[in-house]
């Protein structure tokens, strides 16, 4: 918003009120809030007068039960996402710049998938080495893992989609900029985390959604003043 509120026209800076789809934006942000309600659930079970009367092993696989039947649901609901967007209601998201022209591509369908396809898998094998190195990059910088998985590695994974969402607000499309800056963390809330979840129920590792009071609360406030 910053960037393209300072856009040239005519020579002059100009803070420009730009515009957007706002029911777009709103159904992004309620899925948002919805799967950041569903992670709180287990937190919250964990930190119930309840579950005290639970031994810690009990504990663990009452909000391990929890978690992926929470996962189950979230999943659901991004399925039923893609169907309102995709099918029910596409012109709820069509851009509100739809009236301008439409540019020709400059991939082919077949190359643009190569390429996706060549990328996603060096990107897999730059983040398998990451996740290697985190534990050394601990011991000699003496950093938490909270710290680099929290502040760290968002602001390097995802450097290449701000500098994408500020371009796309330069050039005044304001809906694909909100499409990256909110639609990335929607399908990392409704798909990347359950789907963790459930792949951690099938191989037999145990993975939950409790993120602990902190990052929970941190999570659902950030949900509430984006």
């Not at 996962?71 to 659901?76: D, E, F, N, P």
Request: some cysteine; aromatic content about 10%; overall charge negative.
């Amino acid at each position: 918003f910053f960037a393209g509120g300072l856009t040239r026209y005519d020579g002059k800076v100009l803070g420009k009120e730009q515009s957007f789809n706002r029911e777009a934006v709103l159904t992004n942000m309620t899925m948002l809030f919805l799967a950041a309600a569903t992670f709180a659930l287990p937190t919250v079970l964990f930190c119930a007068d309840s579950m005290n009367e639970y031994s810690p092993e009990e504990k663990q696989t009452v909000i391990l039960s929890v978690s992926r039947w929470c996962s189950v649901y979230i999943i659901g609901a991004y399925v039923a996402f893609l169907l309102f967007q995709l099918c029910t209601h596409t012109e709820v998201f069509k851009s509100s710049d739809g009236e301008e022209e439409a540019e020709a591509p400059s991939l082919s369908p077949v190359y643009a998938f190569g390429l996706l396809f060549t990328v996603t898998c060096f990107v897999a094998a730059s983040s398998e080495w990451l996740v290697s190195s985190i534990d050394g990059l601990v011991e000699k910088w003496n950093i938490s893992k909270a710290f680099i998985g929290i502040v760290l590695l968002p602001i390097v994974g995802n450097a290449c989609e701000h500098a994408g969402a500020i371009r796309m607000a330069v050039v005044e499309k304001v809906d694909i900029t909100i499409g990256i800056a909110i639609g990335s963390s929607t399908q990392v809330a409704l798909l990347v985390v359950p789907a963790s979840v459930l792949a951690g129920w099938a191989i037999g590792q145990p993975m939950d959604l409790g993120f602990g009071a902190m990052d929970t609360t941190v999570m659902i406030f950030s949900v509430l003043i984006a």
